[in-house]
């Protein structure tokens, strides 16, 4: 490879990383999760990775942050634990965690073994990937976020790890 090829190669990278990030911080900004697919997410039968039905119902109400996330995505773990603290710290003011794994049941499982959490986690799959891009997940990348007020409207959305003092920052703009 010579010297131009490279030089190339190397510019496309960079634009390509801008533009993800540009794209990233506009999705987080327009709230793009519509209510046609705010509503799918709440009739999906979601399932915990044990195979047992969810009830939504639940969790209508409340202040949903819905992380779509996958065990093989490095961005996905790292978030995890800031995560599971945000949720524990929101717990008493009407918010509820909801992950949804993108994976097969069996590595779900093995996953939370290893790296539990103390909100609920359901299993994804397909479905659930599909499901991210109808909430504004244009890339169909991991980890995406999306935060649902209590009447059931969208009012962020996040491609990429999250920052505690960000999504903080957002429960607190939504309560």
Request: charged share 15%; glycine share 10%; aromatic share 8%.
């Amino acid at each position: 490879m010579n010297r131009r090829q490279l030089l190339t190669i190397c510019g496309i990278g960079l634009l390509a990383l801008l533009g993800g990030v540009l794209t990233s911080q506009w999705i987080s900004k327009t709230g793009l999760a519509s209510e046609p697919s705010v509503k799918a997410f709440f009739a999906n039968p979601w399932q915990t990775p044990d195979g047992k039905p969810v009830n939504t119902t639940e969790w209508q109400g409340k202040v949903l942050v819905v992380n779509f996330w996958a065990s093989w995505c490095p961005p996905c773990i790292e978030e995890m634990p800031t995560l599971d603290l945000l949720s524990q710290e929101f717990l008493q003011q009407n918010t509820l965690f909801v992950g949804i794994g993108i994976d097969s049941p069996s590595n779900i499982r093995e996953f939370l073994k290893s790296t539990p959490v103390s909100y609920p986690i359901v299993v994804g799959g397909l479905e659930g990937s599909n499901l991210s891009k109808q909430m504004g997940n244009t890339q169909g990348a991991l980890p995406y976020t999306v935060i649902i007020n209590s009447k059931g409207k969208a009012t962020y959305t996040k491609l990429g790890k999250i920052s505690e003092d960000e999504l903080r920052k957002v429960i607190k703009d939504v309560l």
